[in-house]
T-cell receptor, first 113, second 115 residues
Framework: GDSVTQMEGPVTLSEEAFLTINCTYT??????LFWYVQYPGEGLQLLLK?????DKGSNKGFEATYRKETTSFHLEKGSVQVSDSAVYFC????????????FGQGTELSVKP | EPEVTQTPSHQVTQMGQEVILRCVPI?????FYWYRQILGQKVEFLVS????????KSEIFDDQFSVERPDGSNFTLKIRSTKLEDSAMYFC?????????????FGEGSWLTVV
């Protein structure tokens, strides 16, 4: 079945370090890909998305490129801040009516000053 | 910005009791969802709802679960006889349309503790 796999956490970085969180997916057809973020004690917020191959989603300095050839959607940020500390979820959504999101297991990021 | 709202934010219930979690989706959205997240684990799909009926449900969504849209604005999840393993954060979500590129928006969650 369809699935999403993320790199294991927790990831601990110093402020201003470069961030990569790996995400790969398995799916038939042409899903859209999403990154959601969950800050401590809060719900899930959309961070960025890409709806077709080679699209790049970006928001708040984060970027991810939809790579169909490697079935990947890695999240990157050039310089992380303490306020980026959160759990990041990669997810896919298929193009069928009412399609559900399928989430990866989440990667916890902790940024130290 | 419009948002999905959920109540209660936290509920403690005794095993075997019925629980109703309430949600108000974004007003022009047509697709509604419930997900759950057991502490420290991944976010799991429970059920999707469109046009006043369930469009898909997961293996988790067994006979003890039900959903309802009792009026034009609320969307509820009922757990008939709660078990300890039902303790989790339950997220309501909604989407304007069902196509893959449409964003699904989540509420803040209802934390259910079964004792």
């Amino acid at each position: 079945g369809d699935s999403v796999t993320q790199m294991e956490g927790p990831v601990t970085l110093s402020e201003e370090a470069f961030l990569t969180i790996n995400c790969t997916y398995t799916a038939t057809g042409y899903p859209s890909l999403f990154w959601y973020v969950q800050y401590p004690g809060e719900g899930l917020q959309l961070l960025l998305k890409a709806t077709k191959a080679d699209d790049k989603g970006s928001n708040k300095g984060f970027e991810a490129t939809y790579r169909k050839e490697t079935t990947s959607f890695h999240l990157e940020k050039g310089s992380v801040q303490v306020s980026d500390s959160a759990v990041y979820f990669c997810a896919l959504r298929k193009n069928n009516q009412g399609g559900k999101l399928i989430f990866g297991q989440g990667t916890e990021l902790s940024v130290k000053p | 910005e419009p948002e999905v709202t959920q109540t209660p934010s936290h509920q403690v219930t005794q095993m075997g009791q019925e629980v109703i979690l309430r949600c108000v989706p974004i007003s022009n959205h047509l697709y509604f969802y419930w997900y759950r997240q057991i502490l420290g684990q991944k976010v799991e799909f429970l059920v999707s709802f469109y046009n006043n009926e369930i469009s898909e449900k997961s293996e988790i969504f067994d006979d003890q679960f039900s959903v309802e849209r009792p009026d034009g604005s609320n969307f509820t999840l009922k757990i008939r006889s709660t078990k300890l393993e039902d303790s989790a954060m339950y997220f309501c979500a909604s989407s304007e349309a069902g196509g893959s590129g449409n964003t699904i928006y989540f509420g803040e969650g209802s934390w259910l503790t079964v004792v």
